[in-house]
């Protein structure tokens, strides 16, 4: 975090010293306000638990996005760049589609089958980015047509409720007894999950000023690396393709939640008010 | 108090009658003076909206084209009166208005709903609109050779305005246009609006000639007018323009830099007019003559106020011509047109200052530092003698043949001697020095120039101690004699004999040496200021060179619409657009505390006659700045304005801004933002932004390109 704070000073202090301070718009030059970003849901289900294709690819699916709320701060050191901080925040989930090779020790024998997961798991994330908006030629920050870069950190929360989401082995033997009966596996690691994944911010945008206070941002963004995982995050669901290592329960949300967040980072479109501060 | 009204009362009257200019002395360009017609301080808007609501309250036909006209006619209107080339009040117009008052004795009623304004313009031309305003060319005034030519002329424009030409020539016009669409051929309908265009005239110098004929003037007067019209692209006067003009007593010129014979002046008074929106002088002079065979000249005059004052006037048109001859980068007619003048008025200090600045200017047209620009009246540069009739062909001749550094000299020589003999006119002082430092750009130094003792004695030698002993021999003496002889014996080399014999600071100033190292432009001292390379301008941007500015003169910012369906509403839009627009540039520049002094035609009051005068300097200094592309030293020399600093100080800046906005509208959209500052002092552009954005002049975009510029300017 020293890091960090630190970072952001020489930012500023480079933008003083190295260069003219910018007109900002109408003399102003911070913004401060609410973004919205969305993105289909595909596959994985949103935080409403649902998803364009259905369920483990099944078909039904419904009109689904990904949604995220932002919080920023925007301050325009340059005449054509501005330097803002973000705080993104967002709820999803994942149907658990894919499937874990599942291992119970029950009446003495194990069993390991290849099953998805009963239930869905909670996905809560939070992203902090430091970006930095270029403005095009011709244009003013924090007014105009720019493009936007930074890094950003993707902290993210899985949690599951053990009496949902679950593996059910149906007839297993019981040698003691002689029978067949069902063994339910639901232990998936801790109930609650922490990662921490960095992403660097790529995106495109135009912002309009209306009543020289209030401004109306849109456009997309993607978050390189994630973007970068699309091919692996498809062909890879159950397993590694190179070295074969399969999802077990106990690395579940890990190997899941990851590409899940990706899914719901990777590219999105967005929309933000702002107010022009001073 | 009574003796107070009576001082008033005298001064007034004393104002009226020795408000004159002496000519024989100086020249002060045309001003407009007193209060501003009300036509200057009205919106247009609101007049167009009261005439709309009284058109369709009548009965008329075509009233969906006659709202266009209505609204079309009213910005043209709006467009000349605030363009800062229309006089008020000055000597000519209220001559003119005095003509008026002659013409329209019976008809007081008609004399009221007439304005009378005159234009700074060399075009020989007079128009009136159906408003009731009629507008006469400086050039034509110049050219009238008697004030019953002007009445006709006046009275041919009074008709116009009567028999509602104007609106009926529109009407018809669009009608006309409507049928090309329609399919029919493009030529016919051309040929038609000119027959249209030309039964128009020919009533009017009929109907003219009726309002004529209640006056006193003489008759012939009217069919004269005609010639006047018909010689008017030749000098207001045709005197032969002598070889010795620029001569003196130690420079003379070559013959072959002057022709035998001039071209003789082709008679197009009978051409072919099928496409003109005229008859040709031929029809229109016998449809005159047959109306004057059938009456008496008797008792018939040519002036009706004083033949004086008529010449007084038209000579003051001539000076204003000189001027704006120079403002257009005339130079070959401001020289023939002082020229002339100078021949009645030898010792007027204004047309020396002309001659001055006419031979600097082709001394610079011909080195290369003058280029005219794409958009000029003048763009394919000074003409070809061959493209030019009668006696002004001399000076074109002349131009085409002497070299440049010839011209040089022919420049210097002509404005020392001009400043010395007027040596409190720094304009001139200032011209001769700069030509001092157009001749450090010229092969030859002072010592060029100081051969004439030694000449003689040089040849002497050569012819007294060399005897030719063989026929080879007398030839190579001969020809060593001749080329010497060729050398030393050019025309130019002696020009300044009797300067560097009798004045010290001439030859204190000249230079030394020929070419130095670090040349200089030559401009330096007439606007002095050193001048930065002309790479550092990058088009699109800012300067990066600029000095910091923080006060500017504003001129009326501009908002032009283009569409390609152009409607009536147009017009409005840009106008409301404008005056958003206006409230930015002040919001924005009150915010950084930027010092902005307005000077807009459109918000000027009764009182604000001096802010129009001023407006109208600048206004000059723009079209003349723009009529020529910038130099290799960054500069375009102006010439027709020597009020710069007065303005410079009275406002106390010398920066002035030109923006607006452009909004092209079509499948795609497109909005232009220009904005330059031009230093009045140097002519140089410090500051130029000129942006395209896709889509719509959003106000956030006017806002932030407005306020972004002034934060540029101040900041550096």
Known sequence: MKYFKVYIILILCSGKLYSQLGPGYMGKRVTAGYGFYFSPAIVGSNASEASIIGRGNATGGDIAFNSMHEGFLEFAFKKRASVGFSFKYYKTTYDNAAEAYVTSYANGYTNSQQKSPAGFSQITGFNYALYFKIFNKRYVAPWGRYFLFGPTINSFKCSYDPSSMKVEFGDVYNSNTGTYSSVTVNDFGPQDQFFLRGDLLLGWGRSRIFGNRVTLDYGINVQVISLSFTLWDAVSENANIFDGTQITNLNYFERTSKRRVREVNRVNVFVKVGLLLF | ?716
């Open chain 2, 1 to 716: 108090m009574k003796v107070c009204k009576l001082f008033f009362f005298f001064s007034i009257i004393s104002n009226g009658l020795f408000c004159q200019q002496n000519l024989k002395e100086n020249f002060t360009p045309l001003k407009s003076v007193g209060v501003l017609p009300e036509i200057f301080t009205q919106n247009v808007r609101n007049i167009i909206k009261t005439e709309i609501t009284e058109l369709n309250k009548g009965k008329e036909n075509d009233k969906a084209l006659k709202t266009i006209y209505l609204t079309e006619a009213n910005y043209e209107i709006e467009k000349i009166i605030k363009s800062g080339n229309t006089l008020i009040n000055d000597e000519i117009t209220k001559y003119l208005n005095k003509l008026k008052d002659v013409v329209l004795s019976n008809d007081a009623a008609l004399k009221n709903k007439l304005n009378i304004f005159t234009l700074k313009s060399t075009v020989v031309n007079a128009y009136s609109y159906d408003k009731g305003f009629i507008f006469f060319d400086v050039g034509l005034i110049a050219q009238a050779e008697t004030e019953a030519q002007l009445a006709y002329i006046l009275c041919h424009e009074i008709s116009h305005y009567t028999k509602h030409h104007n609106i009926q020539g529109y009407v018809k016009n669009k009608k006309l246009e409507k049928e090309v669409y329609e399919g029919k051929n493009e030529s016919d309908v051309l040929i038609e609006k000119c027959q249209y265009s030309k039964e128009h005239e020919s009533e009017a110098d009929l109907e003219g000639f009726k309002l004529f004929e209640t006056t006193n003037y003489n008759y012939t007067q009217a069919q004269k007018a005609f010639d006047v019209l018909q010689y008017a692209h030749l000098p207001f006067e045709l005197t032969e323009f002598k070889k010795t003009f620029l001569e003196t007593e130690n420079l003379k010129f070559p013959v072959g830099y002057f022709l035998k014979d001039v071209s003789s002046i082709r008679n197009n008074a009978d051409d072919d007019d099928t496409k003109s929106t005229h008859p040709n002088t031929a029809k229109r002079k016998v449809a005159i003559s047959e109306l004057i065979k059938a009456r008496s000249n008797a008792g018939r005059v040519d002036n009706a106020t004083s033949e004086t004052e008529f010449k007084y006037i038209r000579d003051l048109a001539r000076f204003e011509s000189c001027r704006l001859y120079l403002k257009n980068r005339d130079y070959p007619n401001a020289l023939y047109a002082a020229y002339i003048l100078r021949e009645k008025y030898p010792d007027n200090q204004f047309l020396a200052e002309v001659i001055s600045k006419c031979l600097y200017a082709i001394t610079m047209y011909k080195k290369g530092d003058l280029r005219y620009g794409s958009d000029s009246y003048m763009d394919e540069g000074i003409l070809s003698y061959t493209k030019v009739e009668s006696f002004p062909q001399q000076i074109y001749h002349l131009i085409e043949k002497m070299p440049e550094n010839e011209w040089a000299v022919v420049a210097l020589n002509y404005t020392y001697r001009a400043h010395k003999k007027f040596p409190a006119d720094s304009l001139l002082n200032n011209l001769s020095d700069s030509l001092f430092k157009v001749m450090s750009r010229t092969p030859w130094g002072i010592v060029d120039f100081v051969r004439f003792s030694k000449k003689a004695d040089t040849i002497k030698v050569v012819k007294d101690t060399i005897v030719p002993k063989s026929k080879t021999e007398l030839i190579a003496n001969l020809q060593k004699e001749n080329s010497f002889k060729n050398y030393d014996t050019a025309y130019y080399k002696d020009a300044f004999v009797d300067l560097f014999m009798n004045d010290k600071e001439f030859t204190k100033k000249f230079p030394t040496a020929g070419p130095t190292s670090s040349q200089s432009s030559g401009f330096s001292d007439y606007r002095p200021r050193s001048y930065t390379s002309a790479k550092s301008m990058k088009k699109g941007t800012r300067f990066k060179e600029m000095e910091k500015v923080s006060k500017v003169i504003t001129l009326e910012p501009f908002y032009v619409i283009i569409d390609k369906n152009e409607n009536e509403l147009t017009n409005f839009e840009a106008d409301e657009k404008q005056e958003i627009l206006i409230n930015t540039i002040n919001s924005c520049a009150s915010k950084q505390n930027f010092e902005l002094v307005t000077l807009d035609p459109g918000l000027l009051t009764s009182s604000d006659v001096d802010k129009m005068n001023d407006y109208s300097v600048i206004n000059d200094w723009m079209y003349e700045r723009f009529d020529a592309h910038e130099n290799t030293y960054g500069a375009v020399p102006i010439f027709s304005i020597d009020e710069i600093k007065k303005i410079t100080s009275k406002y106390g800046t010398t920066h002035i801004l030109k923006t607006g906005i452009g909004f092209i509208k079509g499948k795609k959209k497109y909005t232009v933002f220009y904005a330059a500052i031009y230093d009045l002092r140097t002519n140089k552009m410090v500051y130029l932004k000129q942006e395209v954005f896709r889509g719509k002049p959003n106000k956030d975009l006017i806002n932030a390109k407005v306020y972004q510029m002034f934060y540029e300017l101040k900041n550096g």
